[in-house]
């Protein structure tokens, strides 16, 4: 996990005004720990404008188009926690997990977050967590998957 998903790349305690601003975060952090050019954040938000990236259970997954592999230095994950909740068209997202993918790796990593996903259990502890550990052992099986 340690490759994929960085624990520097988990900020639990964030607020957003909007998705608009919560998907800038999520970019910002795939920049900091270096898996991106800053202009991948641009293809997060035409994304978004294009399809929502809301996936249920309080839970979005902003990501980059087509357009953005080009600039994914390599594969990583953003989790950041938003505790008072972002509107995301009428839905209340309180997690987004930024993903930057090249190639096709971002269906291997949309798979395998589904699958925690559809956990109600391991969703709710996502949604919770407090605790970075608790992220990384929750988000462990993606590494797996993935390998």
Do not use: N
Not at 30 to 36: E, R, Y
Not at 72 to 90: N, Q
Not at 115 to 140: C, F, G, M, Q, Y
């Amino acid at each position: 996990m340690s490759e994929l998903l960085e624990r520097r790349a988990i900020l639990l305690d964030r607020s957003a005004d909007s998705k608009e601003d919560a998907i800038r975060q999520c970019g910002a952090v795939l920049k900091d720990v270096g898996a991106v050019e800053p202009g991948y954040i641009d293809t997060m938000l035409a994304r978004e404008k294009s399809i929502s990236t809301y996936v249920g259970e309080g839970v979005a997954i902003p990501h980059g188009t087509l357009d953005g592999k080009a600039l994914v230095k390599r594969d990583a994950l953003a989790v950041l926690r938003f505790p008072d909740g972002v509107d995301w068209d009428g839905e209340r997202v309180s997690v987004c997990v930024g993903i930057a993918a090249a190639g096709d790796g971002h269906v291997e990593l949309l798979a395998a977050l589904a699958e925690v996903l559809l956990d109600e259990d391991r969703a709710r502890s996502l949604r919770e967590a407090t605790d970075v550990d608790v992220v990384l052992a929750l988000l462990s099986k993606i590494q797996e998957e993935t390998e």
